[in-house]
């Protein structure tokens, strides 16, 4: 009776499991891998309510800043500015007579102004700020009116017909956007008052100008 010889095995091939079968590398070490670590998902993910405690934690900072800036440093309120410069240099170029706002009460800020001279004349413009918060421009100007109109109210300056204020005759405009203007055309000078402000304000301004 012949028994059978060991089975024949490929050189370099590491040693056969009982029952003849290698499973999936536990041959080589003859160790069962560990599983993978589970992952807990309540930790890796933030809940809402984490969320909302970190944003709240940014934004405190930031409204206390905001209130200080406010209610310290005035940051509601405008800039304004000085006008006598302006008018002085307007007044020393000698271009056009210089008339300036008289006694607009409480409530009017300028907040810009500005003389230049360019092509064909000089012009000064005030700004200012209404007690409701509006805006209202004051130009004079020597430059001719057919310059001057389409380049202080744009193409959309369209004459509305007259109206009298302070005893002299002003001509009522629309101009960009939602503004109106009142123009008075002088030999020597034009005076625009133009804004978004009402129109009780705008007649305020041309009724103040000395």
């Known amino acids: 009776m012949v028994e059978p ?16 079968a290698e499973v999936d590398g536990v041959a080589e070490t003859g160790e069962v891998p560990a599983p993978p670590p589970r992952v807990d998902a309540g930790k890796s993910e933030r809940s809402p309510k ?29 800039v304004t500015v000085d006008s006598a410069p302006a008018v002085e240099s ?12 008289a006694d607009l009460g409480d409530g009017w800020r300028t907040v810009s102004a500005n003389f230049q001279t360019v092509e064909g004349g000089s012009t000064l413009r005030l700004g200012y700020l209404t007690p409701e918060g509006r805006g209202a421009q004051l130009v004079q ?25 302070g005893g002299r005759t002003w ?5 960009r956007g939602n ?22 304000e705008l007649r305020h301004l041309a009724i103040s100008l000395r």
């Open 50 to 78: 984490d969320m909302a405690i970190s944003l709240l934690v940014l934004l405190i900072p930031i409204a206390l800043l905001l209130a200080f800036y406010r209610g310290f440093l005035g940051g509601d309120q405008p």
């Open 5 to 20: 010889g060991p089975a024949a095995r490929v050189p370099g091939a590491g040693p056969v499991p009982a029952g003849g």
């Open 171 to 175: 001509q009522r405009y629309t101009a």
């Open 179 to 200: 503004e109106q203007a009142l123009v008075l055309l002088e030999p020597t000078r034009t005076i625009i008052v133009v804004g978004d402000a009402r129109d009780n």
């Open 141 to 165: 100007s020597s430059v001719p009116a057919e310059r001057l109109l389409p380049t202080e109210l744009t193409d959309q300056g369209q004459p509305q017909g007259q109206t009298d204020l």
């Open 90 to 101: 307007a007044r020393a170029a000698n271009a056009f007579p210089v008339a300036v706002p």
